[in-house]
């Protein structure tokens, strides 16, 4: 029986050495059952922070050996970008061997179309987020940040991060949560009765009548992920 998986808000970086290694482990696992494995898809917020694809690091290098070692066993990588890793582009995508999906995609998941996004897109309470959002999403903005120096952008990177760490500690958790009514519209736009996201780190699977939206968590403590196959969706936690 095969089945595809869905990840999400990993956060890798330098200071997170359990969850980068539980994710290598992950890899491993889905690479030694690759003749029953169709898809990894990741949605977004993969990394705690990507500056560009010209950031060679001993950490994202390794990802991206690692992720071409997957594909290469047959398994098929696709990559929707979060609101950390919205500047991965085709150079790094390449290097991984893996598609770089829109920010929202339709996918055929055993028979029923599946909406999959990172997230952040639903959160329409948070305004001063999604005004930056629409900013950094916006093509001038990224050809303008990634014509900047390496070294501005890490410094600008580190400042934005510690602005929202700050920003965070002020909102509501029903801000940084997703806006119901935004919900039900992507499943009328989209025309679907299934969704898959990320972003929130609320693991969960909500119902509303015929449709289902499932909600993928962080790796800060288990690694979650989800597998589907044609026996249904099934969302899976792990200790790391």
Known sequence: MNKTYFIADLHLSDDTSLINQGFFTFLNKLQQNAKSVDALYILGDFFEAWIGDDNHTTLNQKVA????????????LFFTHGNR?????????????MTLLPEQTVINLYGTPTLICHGDELCTDDIEYQKFRKKSRSWWWQTLMLNLP??????????????????KKMKSQAIMDVNEQTVSEYFTKFNVSQMIHGHTHRPNVHT?????????GDWYTD??????????????SEPL
């Open 150 to 167: 390496l070294s501005f952008r890490q410094k600008k990177a580190a400042k934005i991060r510690a602005r929202s760490k700050q920003s």
């Open 65 to 76: 050996h690692e992720l071409k070692k997957l594909s290469q066993s047959g398994i098929k």
């Open 223 to 236: 690694l979650w992920y989800i597998e589907a196959s044609q026996q249904g969706i099934k969302l899976i």
């Open 85 to 97: 890793d919205f500047l991965i582009k085709k150079h790094y995508a390449k290097a991984c061997d």
């Open 208 to 216: 509303y009548n015929n449709k289902t939206r499932y909600v993928l």
